[in-house]
């Protein structure tokens, strides 16, 4: 069983720029969340996919959009790249209806932006 | 909102001994999860393990157990019996119960060294 895929592994882009960020879900998950991780800190939520629709969003600016497709699979696009957009960014899937929706995390895409 | 705090940016342990990862939580809710998740340099965030706040009984994995304090909330990881393989970034986070859309709110970790 595949677990969380995410593509590409690292990607160097200059500012303003535009990057699409891809994540396959773990086989019978259909809830996926994007997550920022700049050096040095702790994940911070970006938004979260549900049924092809943006659930809930974190704190982040409208240059972060996303997209979730009929099998689950998802998208981050980032627009206007700024240096402070240089980070790990991880994918992490769910099934909604679970008991206490344990996220699965992928192994992140690492973009700098120069 | 809920934040999360890690206050030892980095613990040294030796193998075979044991060590106690600290975390602290702020939230008005009174239902929700608790996960410690581990980081290798690999990348892959794994979870190590997660406590419901319902319940008083400590969650325990093999070797790493929880000291869960809901009234002082804190949410502390103790991995005994260390092996070189536990090297790795670790995060505390906290999720939010009375929601169908679970998310994360994570602490900015703590750095753990094995040493032989």
């Known amino acids: 069983d595949a677990g969380v895929t995410q593509s590409p592994t690292h990607l160097i882009k200059t500012r303003g720029q535009q990057v699409t960020l891809r994540c396959s879900p773990k086989s019978g998950h259909d809830t996926v969340s994007w997550y920022q991780q700049a050096l040095g800190q702790g994940p911070q939520f970006i938004f979260q996919y549900y049924e092809e629709e943006e659930r809930q969003r974190g704190n982040f600016p409208d240059r972060f959009s996303g997209h979730q497709f009929p099998n689950y699979s998802s998208e981050l696009n980032v627009n206007a790249l700024l240096l402070g957009d240089s980070a790990l960014y991880l994918c992490?899937?769910?099934?909604?209806?679970?008991?206490?929706?344990?996220?699965?995390f992928g192994p992140g895409t690492r973009l700098t932006v120069l | 909102a809920q934040t999360v705090t890690q206050s030892q940016p980095e613990m040294s342990v030796q193998e075979a001994e044991t060590v106690t990862l600290s975390c602290t939580y702020d939230?008005?809710?009174?239902?929700?999860?608790l996960f410690w998740y581990k980081q290798p340099p690999s990348r892959q965030m794994i979870l190590v393990i997660r406590q419901e706040a319902y319940k008083q009984q400590n969650a325990t994995e093999n070797r790493f157990s929880v000291n869960f304090q809901k009234a002082a909330k804190s949410f502390s990881l103790k991995i005994s019996d260390s092996q070189l393989g536990d090297a790795a970034m670790y995060f505390c986070?906290?999720?939010?119960?009375?929601?169908?859309?679970?998310?994360?709110?994570f602490g900015k970790g703590t750095m753990l060294l094995v040493s032989p």
């Open positions: 939230t008005s809710e009174s239902d929700y999860y």
């Open positions: 992490a899937s769910s099934f909604r209806s679970a008991s206490y929706n344990e996220q699965f």
């Open positions: 986070a906290y999720r939010s119960a009375n929601s169908g859309y679970s998310t994360l709110t």
